[in-house]
């Protein structure tokens, strides 16, 4: 299915904050948060550091702050939150990074893209290219979910966006699978290790190769935070 309606005016100035709106936008219970470790408290002070040094200038990529909801940080209490809409210095098309790193697994066990935006209004397109896809950091694949939505905004404008989507487990593998997550989260003292998510926003009417390209590219310029969160250490990144 192609579909070509301009929308990405519309998502360059509200898809981080959509995102995050639609992530946090249910009530989660999680009793019996744990102490961490010290390895662990090194672990999350290096990601939060690392987070608040993220570039705002990555190759051709002129990024901005999109700012983050109240109640995402109220209900979830994350180590580190990163909103950011780069926009090409040409004028062209625009990439929304959403990072949220978690000192507790059991707070990101229903916050994925199936689940969190259809809740919120989003309905699912048929998309060749939605499904699981590779990206790449300094050459090693990184295995993403692919989702594809869209939304009509006033019951007029349409919004169509394109997500990649994936989950960072603590000792550095990266999964698409939620269930990775929560198969992980059930024993507590992994669950306390923390979990980050990365979202990579783009209009749905940006050429999937051009995409992918630009969410490498985005990731290239986060290589401290990547780092931080382990990807840069190991050479195999498939969570079991």
């Known amino acids: 299915m192609k579909l070509r309606r301009k929308s990405h005016g519309l998502?360059?100035?509200?898809?981080?904050?959509?995102?995050?709106?639609?992530?946090?936008?249910?009530p989660v219970l999680m009793p019996n948060h744990l102490q961490l470790d010290p390895a662990a408290m090194a672990r999350q002070e290096a990601v939060a550091a690392a987070v608040a040094g993220?570039?705002?200038?990555?190759?051709r990529w002129l990024g901005r702050d999109i700012e983050v909801p109240r109640a995402a940080v109220e209900l979830l209490k994350p180590n580190a939150i990163l909103s950011?809409?780069?926009?090409?210095?040409?004028?062209?098309?625009?990439?929304?990074?959403?990072l949220v790193h978690c000192m507790d697994m059991r707070d990101m066990g229903g916050h994925?893209?199936?689940n969190c935006y259809p809740s919120s209004g989003w309905v699912s397109l048929e998309d060749p290219e939605a499904d699981e896809a590779m990206l790449e950091f300094r050459g090693r694949p990184l295995p993403v979910a692919v989702y594809a939505f869209r939304r009509f905004d006033d019951g007029i404008r349409e919004t169509r966006i394109r997500i990649y989507d994936f989950f960072v487990m603590p000792d550095g593998k990266v999964t698409p699978d939620i269930a990775v997550v929560r198969g992980r989260s059930d024993r507590l003292?992994?669950?306390?290790?923390g979990v980050a998510q990365m979202q990579i926003i783009t209009a749905y009417e940006?050429?999937?190769?051009?995409?992918?390209a630009a969410a490498n590219?985005?990731?290239?310029?986060?290589?401290?935070?990547?780092d931080s969160l382990g990807i840069?250490?190991?050479?195999?990144h498939d969570a079991p």
């Not at 998502?11 to 249910?26: C, H, Q, R, T």
């Not at 993220?54 to 190759?59: L, N, Q, R, V, W």
């Not at 590219?217 to 990547?226: D, F, K, N, Q, V």
């Open 11 to 26: 998502l360059s100035s509200a898809a981080p904050g959509i995102a995050l709106a639609v992530m946090f936008g249910l």
């Open 54 to 59: 993220a570039p705002y200038k990555i190759g």
């Open 84 to 98: 950011r809409r780069f926009q090409r210095a040409d004028g062209g098309h625009s990439v929304s990074l959403l």
């Open 112 to 114: 994925y893209p199936p």
């Open 189 to 193: 003292a992994l669950s306390a290790q």
């Open 206 to 212: 940006m050429p999937a190769v051009e995409a992918v």
């Open 217 to 226: 590219e985005i990731l290239e310029g986060m290589g401290e935070i990547l």
């Open 232 to 236: 840069g250490a190991r050479g195999e």
